[in-house]
Structures are given as C-alpha cells and as structure tokens.
C-alpha cells in the first residue's frame, strides 16, 4: 500500500494525513546543505487511536508514553499536545485526539525548521511558525515559548546549528540560558546523542560556541567550559587560548575524517590545560598528562563508548611525543 492511498483511506474516515518533521525540514534545507533525515514521519488528525486502529490492523504498535504505528516502515503518530507536569525530558502527560489540529500539532515541537508539515493528498505547505523562512535565513529559532518545557532543546538547538551551519536567533539563546537548571536532569545517553551528532556535522565548533554563548556549556562539557580563558604562547598559538585551538582543531579533524571516534580524540587532546593553575600561564607544563583525568571525567558524565575514552586517554597523554618522532 502506498502512501496516497493510505491518506485516501485516513481522509474517507474524517481524517487528514500529514507528512512532518525532518523530511519536510530537509526538502528545503537541501539546497543549502546535505540532508539530516532519512525518515519518513507522519501525523494524523481526525482520527481517535480506536479508528486508525481499525482501519490499518497490520500496523505495529510502538511507544510507551503515546501510541506510534508502524505500516510498511512508516512512523504514524496521532496529533498531539504536550502537558508539563514535572522536570526534565520525560515530565509530560501527552494527550490526542481527534479535535487537535495540525498547527496545535506542530506548536509543541522545538524549532520552527522542525515545525512544518505537508498535506500528504494536496501537496499543501502548512508552516505556521516561519520555518521556509528561517531556513532561507540560515536560522535556528524556537517554535514557541514551550520549547522551555524541554530541557533537551537546549542541546537540540545547538546540535542543529552546528549540522546546518546555521546562526542560533538570540530570543532561543536566552530560552537556552533560562533551561539550565534542568540540564542536570537529563540522562547521559540523550546527552550523548546530540553531542556525537554534532560531533558528525562539517564544524563540530557551532555545537559548543552555541552553548557558550547561552552560558550552559559548563553543565555537561566542564572540561570543554574550563579550557576558556587557558592562555597559551602567543608565538605557537596565535589563535588564542586553549579553548579557540581546541575548536580550531575538532573543525580541522572534521575535515580530514569522517571517523567520530578520532574527531573526539582530538576534541580531548588538551583538556589538561583546563588544570593549569593562572600563574603558571601561558605555560602548560605537564598538561598532557594531567589531561587524562578531565577526560576521564567527561566520558563518564555524558556515557562515551569505551573506544571514544581509550582514544581520548590515549589522545592527551601522548600527544606531546609527536614532536620527538618528527
């Protein structure tokens, strides 16, 4: 069955079918940069759980907090609200039904990039929040002041910067700042999941200068946060202190391979002058191994696998021999 005539089948019951989220996104994002998204998502509405239930028997059931169904490999999900009842990624009570509109559908989500959505039998463009627009603008922006119900957003918005090689609007900074507090309720794997994500785009920098700039990026990345202000010689380091060399050299391994693994080994090659005490500056004696330990510290706060730490240990404590082997 294809998809035209499963929304004729969800339109003949009073219903709509909405394709969503990332395909829509990167359909426009595409000819500015490579695509985020393989899936295929979709909304409906107009239809209680019972009646698509019903009308597609064969789809598999998935989700715990809300029903997702799944028909030939396709993601349905019923249109939705989200209510805050507690803290942190998980504290919502979703709630569906029949009379949620498509635009009340897309309000909940995080970015307005994110917030379009399609008309699966009319080819319509539903984009009530400006998300074409803010993607012809280069532009990361918050759908709604609901994005502070999610602290995860905070991370989100600079993991899709950092992809797109966006700017992140400056009312979305400040949502960022205002979610700190709940940063520290977020479990590590998601944590995990956007930083490796940036880790993947052309300029893994955009991720952390993000956090920086809203002030946040001392919750999961201490060890990162720590090396801003870390003075080097200015004749080896012109670009700055060792925060600026660190980014300048994540971005330049992201151009020389696509190996996430060593693109964090590099990421971690100097966190031990985040140790050095301010009177020793600009010198860093004996950082590379007093780097093991921040290192150390960093993947068991955000849950890197056991390769990504053994490469990053092995990255700071011997990075400094390179010279005697030349």
Partial sequence: ????????????????????????????????????????????????????????????????????????????????????????????????????????????????????????????????????????????????????????????????AANLEFDVHEDTIKLMNKLKPELITLSKERVFVEFRKALESKRPSIFFDVLKKAEILDVHFKEIYDLIGSEQPAEYHPEGDGYNHTMIAVDNSAMLTDDVEIRFAVLVHDLGKGKTPKELYPHHYGHAESGVEPVRNLCRRIGVPSRWRKAGIISSAEHMKRRDVL
Avoid at 11 to 28: K, M, P, S, T
Avoid at 59 to 67: D, H, Q
Avoid at 86 to 112: A, C, M, N, S, W
Avoid at 119 to 135: A, C, K, M, Q, Y
């Fill in 1 to 160: 069955m294809n998809i035209q005539q499963i929304a004729k089948l969800i339109e003949n019951a009073g219903g709509r079918l909405y394709l969503v989220g990332g395909a829509i996104r990167d359909e426009f994002v595409g000819a500015h940069t490579c695509a985020l998204s393989n899936d295929e998502d979709y909304c409906v509405t107009g239809l209680t759980g019972e009646e698509f239930e019903q009308l597609f028997p064969e789809a598999v059931t998935r989700g715990k907090s809300f029903e997702v169904y799944d028909i030939e490999h396709r993601e349905f999900a019923l249109a939705r609200r989200d209510v805050k009842e507690g803290t942190g990624h998980r504290g919502f009570k979703i709630i569906t039904g029949k009379d949620i509109t498509i635009e009340e559908d897309l309000k909940r989500r995080d970015i307005t990039i994110n917030s379009m959505a399609r008309n699966v039998l009319t080819g319509e463009l539903i984009d009530p929040f400006g998300g074409r627009e803010d993607i012809e603008k280069r532009l990361i922006r918050a759908t709604d002041i609901s994005f502070l119900e999610d602290p995860l957003r905070a991370y989100r918005a600079a993991r899709f």
